[in-house]
């Protein structure tokens, strides 16, 4: 599990651990050289203190306490060796005046030696006598801090988990929550470092009401719109098992699929709207507006063709391409299409043109049909909203899709009048998805 309590754990006990280790190693290197100067020291004095002895010629002398590590020889100007305290086999021989570091099959020795009054006094310490004797001393001073370890390690752990209880509040807090529960999070006492993240977590819980709003209001409204196209079909059912002659029933089959073809136009809207989720208009790939249109405009010839209308190009820009989801588009056109040529009467025109206006993008559908008047375009973006007197077939969503659309690619959709007296709508892309 990847646990932010737990690396943090891990991550400061190895600090801790490395930095004892690396307090260790300084700690015994300080000794080191603390005590390498203190027998340098004795070495020096217990040198002078041969310096002013009388001395005949060397005999056979008492071993020393064992216990005395120190190498003590005594020669005259001859070379004669004239005094000596040592208990080992190979002793280092003589070396230049002053300190030096010399070996000798027993190992390494510290060596100091003087010149006075015709004599030369040598004192010698074996240096792994000194290497024991500073890594006991080190220890003795580290001994503290290492029984201290493991008390370190339970404060580190309760200094972490009382960090991370903010965090683990929230979670309590949120975990608590029903799932209608989209009420933002408090942040009454939330650290600086959590903050972002309650401060995201509420812009999320926020965007989710309004979505379950929308799917809500969706629901209902699509229940409403469903009602009365069912409720005309079971009717038309009715009048076509009353019907008592070949006419009636014709007229009846007439109406009927009328009525079924307008359910199903409703419902292919409605699913269209439910299919519009965020990943639309994610700008994933250059979609020239062009061939778009052309291909819109193939698919609905043939209505255009039943209702001797003009469907075609007018001005438009071949290369002209904007970032977005080509299905999205494509929904999007279809539907001003789709409009234009229902509305438009028997006759009628309309262009699909693809335009640039500096750095922006217009794709602009016109057409010479009954327009919508000014005080009314702010409604017809509207989920099922229809005006007033309207005679033409429709669900009152096309234009609510295309406005979704729109929005989730940054572009904004505007009506106006067409040259032809009908509905002129224009499709502004921002400039970055040019």
């Known amino acids: 599990m990847n646990s932010i309590r737990r690396h943090l754990l891990l991550a400061l006990l190895c600090a801790v651990l490395l930095g004892s280790l690396a307090g260790a190693w300084a700690t015994w290197r300080g000794v080191r050289e603390e005590l390498d100067e203190i027998f340098d020291y004795n070495l020096r004095q217990l040198a002078l203190s041969m310096r002013d002895m009388a001395y005949g010629v060397a005999t056979a002398l008492p071993l020393p306490d064992p216990e005395f590590d120190f190498v003590i020889q005594v020669w005259n100007a001859a070379g004669a060796r004239l ?4 208990r080992h086999a190979d002793p280092p021989g003589p070396a230049g005046p002053g300190f030096s570091t010399t070996n000798t099959s027993e190992g390494r020795w510290r060596v100091f030696a003087i010149v006075a009054d015709g004599l030369f006094v040598q004192v010698a310490h074996p240096l792994a006598v000194r290497e024991r004797l500073a890594a006991e001393a080190a220890l003795r001073t580290l001994l503290p801090y290492l029984l201290l370890l493991p008390l370190l390690a339970i404060v580190v752990g309760w200094l972490v988990g009382r960090g991370l209880a903010p965090l683990r509040r929230v979670t ?12 933002p999070v408090a942040l009454t006492d939330v650290p600086d470092e959590i903050q972002p993240l309650v401060e995201a ?7 989710l009401a309004t979505a379950l709003q929308a799917q809500r209001d969706f629901t209902a409204d ?3 719109e469903l009602r009365s196209p069912l409720t005309a079909l079971s009717l038309q059912v009715q009048l076509l098992e009353r019907a008592h002659d070949a006419a009636g029933r014709t007229a009846a089959l007439a109406e009927l699929r009328g009525g079924i073809a307008r359910a199903v136009h409703l419902v292919d809207q409605l ?7 965020p990943e639309v208009g994610s700008a994933t790939e250059p979609v020239r507006l062009a061939e778009l249109a052309a291909r819109v405009l193939a698919e609905h010839a043939p209505l255009a063709t039943a209702k ?27 539907n001003l299409v789709g409009n234009a040529v ?4 028997d006759g009628g025109r309309v262009d699909v043109s693809v335009l640039a206006e500096g750095p922006r993008a217009l794709l602009v559908v016109s057409d010479t049909g009954p327009g919508i008047p000014a005080d009314e375009r702010g409604r017809v973006f509207d989920r099922f909203y229809r005006r007033p007197g309207e005679t033409a077939e429709g669900s009152g969503l096309g234009l609510a899709i295309v406005r979704a659309v729109a929005d989730r690619h940054g572009a904004d959709v505007r009506l106006g009048d067409a040259d032809g007296g009908g509905l ?5 892309f921002p400039p970055a998805a040019a």
């Open 172 to 183: 309590r807090a949120v975990a608590a929550r029903r799932a209608d529960s989209l009420e």
């Open 201 to 207: 977590l509420n812009g999320l819980l926020a965007r």
């Open 308 to 334: 001797a209308i003009d469907l075609g190009l007018g001005e438009v820009d071949p290369a002209l391409s904007v970032r977005g989801d080509p299905a999205g588009l494509r929904l999007l056109l279809s």
């Open 222 to 224: 699509a229940a409403h």
């Open 342 to 345: 229902r509305y438009t009467p």
């Open 424 to 428: 002129r709508v224009e499709v502004r």
């Open 83 to 86: 005094y000596y305290a040592h």
């Open 271 to 277: 699913l269209k709207l439910a299919r519009l989720g």
